[in-house]
């Protein structure tokens, strides 16, 4: 029973690029929640897809932007890249109503030079 | 806005000790808890919750305490193992699959030999 994959595993790029970062959920579970980790912070929100929809965005610009296909996979898209962005990026899947704990991938950690 | 506060960056325990890990939020719409454990170059990995109805949770050497009126949860790790090393997250929800998980900044655990 696969987990959370998550592709590439290590990006690095230049400021003002764009980026797009995979996400395969556990299978049996059809939401993805995408998460920011800054070293030394806890993971920040920075939204959740089901449906193919996003449902929940926490406090992230526009130049983060996201998809959810039908078979539950995910993509995370951010744009103009600021040295900021820099951080491990994390996606989560989970299933059911009510909360549910979030499985995690073991992340992409992208690099703004 | 910090709306889960884990205020000790890092504990070091003796093996075989008991390790309490704090965990302090300001939000009391959250009504779900959780703990997280997150090892190096992994994603975080969900270890026990618990619902604000209750007051306790066990799961084997893991219990969580929830004291609703001081908004503080801890979480005991009895006896504490050299595995157990790591960096535990607390975060809470409000209780709808449609919600963000909100996380603190984290614990570095150290059990010492």
């Known amino acids: 029973d696969a987990g959370v994959t998550q592709s590439p595993t290590h990006l690095i790029k230049t400021r003002g690029q764009q980026v797009t970062l995979r996400c395969s959920p556990k299978s049996g579970h059809d939401t993805v929640s995408w998460y920011q980790q800054a070293l030394g912070q806890g993971p920040q929100f920075i939204f959740q897809?089901?449906?193919?929809?996003?449902?929940q965005r926490g406090n992230f610009p526009d130049r983060f932007s996201g998809h959810q296909f039908p078979n539950y996979s995910s993509e995370l898209n951010v744009n103009a890249l600021l040295l900021g962005d820099s951080a491990l990026y994390l996606c989560?899947?989970?299933?059911?109503?009510?909360?549910?704990?979030?499985?995690f991938g073991n992340g992409t950690r992208l690099t703004v030079t | 806005d910090q709306q889960v506060k884990q205020n000790s960056p890092s504990l070091s325990v003796q093996e075989g000790r008991i390790s309490i890990l704090n965990c302090d939020y300001t939000n009391s719409m959250f009504d779900y808890f959780l703990w997280y454990k997150k090892y190096p170059a992994e994603g975080p990995t969900f270890l026990i919750s618990?619902?604000?109805?209750?007051d306790k949770n066990e799961d084997g050497r893991f219990t969580v305490f929830l004291n609703k009126s001081a908004k503080h949860l801890s979480l005991h790790i009895v006896p504490s193992q050299p595995g157990d090393s790591a960096v535990y997250f607390c975060a809470a929800v409000r209780g709808s699959r449609d919600d963000k998980i909100i996380f603190g900044k984290g614990t570095r655990l150290h059990i010492l030999p």
């Open positions: 618990i619902s604000s109805i209750k």
């Open positions: 897809y089901y449906e193919e929809e996003e449902r």
């Open positions: 989560a899947s989970s299933l059911g109503t009510g909360p549910s704990p979030l499985h």
